[in-house]
C-alpha cells in the first residue's frame, strides 16, 4: 500500500519482482483504493507517508489501513510495514506513537539487538561486520510497544527502529525502499529545507548527494531484507 506517490515501494519492489513476487499497489499513491479484506491477498506492505498513523481527518483512508493491519495480524498474514506503516502497526496492535525526541533525517546507523540477532527476518543482517546504514526521515516513533511484540532494531536516536509483533508482522522506522531518487522527492517537498537545516544542518543538495555515494550500499543490503521478507512470507 502506497500513502503518496513519493513514497513508493521502489527498492523493496525491485527486489520482490525480481524473485518472483506478483505486486498488487494500492492507495492514494497508486491511485488504487483499498480492498476491503485481505481475501485476495498473500502478503501485506504498508510504506510510509506524510501523515501521522491516526490522523484520519488528514487521511481518511487510514481507518481503512488499520482494519486491514488488524486483519493481518489476526490472520497472521505476513506484513512488513515501513516508518508510517510501522506505526500503523504499532497502533493497530495496542502500541503508542508520538513524537520523536530527536528526528532522523538521511543516512543513520542503525544496530540489531539480541532479540533481532535470533528474528527470523531481522536475523539476516546481523552476519554483516559493517555499520548497518539506512535512510530515515521521520518525526514521530513508537514510544511504546504493543503487547505480544519485541524490539529487534535501535538506533543513538531511536529505540524502536524495528520490532516484531506475534510471528509475523514487522514495522520499520527507517527506509529500505530508499535510495538518492528518494532523497531528493522527499527534499523537494514544501518546508524540508528548513527541517534539513533545524535537523541535520545540510542543504538538500548536500543531503542528496551524501545518500547517492551510499546507493549501491543501500540497494545491496536492503534487498537482503527484501529477499528473506519474501520467503518468509511464501512459508506462510
Known amino acids: 500500500m502506497e500513502h503518496q506517490e513519493n513514497c513508493r515501494v521502489h527498492m523493496l519492489g525491485k527486489a520482490l519482482r525480481s524473485a518472483g513476487a506478483e505486486l498488487k499497489t494500492v492507495g492514494p499513491g497508486a491511485g ?3 480492498p476491503e479484506t485481505l481475501a485476495e491477498c498473500d502478503a ?4 510510509g507517508g506524510t501523515p501521522g498513523p491516526s490522523e484520519f481527518d488528514k487521511a481518511p483512508w487510514l481507518k481503512q489501513t488499520h482494519k486491514l493491519v488488524k486483519e493481518a495480524l489476526e490472520k497472521n498474514i505476513p506484513y512488513l510495514g515501513v516508518c508510517l506503516g510501522g506505526q500503523i502497526l504499532a497502533e493497530a496492535a495496542g502500541g503508542k506513537v508520538n513524537e520523536a525526541k530527536t528526528p532522523e533525517i538521511g543516512i543513520h546507523e542503525v544496530r540489531v539487538n539480541s532479540a533481532g540477532a535470533n528474528d527470523p527476518l531481522i536475523s539476516v543482517l546481523n552476519t554483516r561486520k559493517e555499520p548497518l546504514e539506512a535512510m530515515q526521515w521521520h518525526f514521530l516513533e513508537v ?11 535501535e538506533s543513538d536516536n531511536c ?6 509483533v506475534g510471528e509475523s508482522a514487522w514495522g520499520l522506522q527507517f527506509h529500505p525502499e530508499a535510495n538518492s531518487e528518494s532523497a531528493a522527492a522527499w527534499a523537494a517537498e514544501p518546508g524540508a529545507d528548513e527541517d534539513l537545516k533545524q535537523h541535520t544542518r545540510k542543504t538538500p543538495e548536500q543531503l542528496v548527494q551524501e545518500v547517492t555515494e551510499k546507493d549501491a550500499e543501500l540497494e545491496e543490503r536492503w534487498n537482503t531484507l527484501a529477499l528473506k521478507w519474501l520467503e518468509i512470507a511464501k512459508q506462510n
Open 159 to 164: 529505540e524502536v527502529e524495528a520490532f516484531r
Open 32 to 34: 488504487r483504493e483499498l
Open 44 to 47: 501485506l506492505i504498508v510504506m
Open 143 to 153: 514510544t511504546e510497544l504493543p503487547p505480544n511484540a519485541v524490539t529487534l532494531m
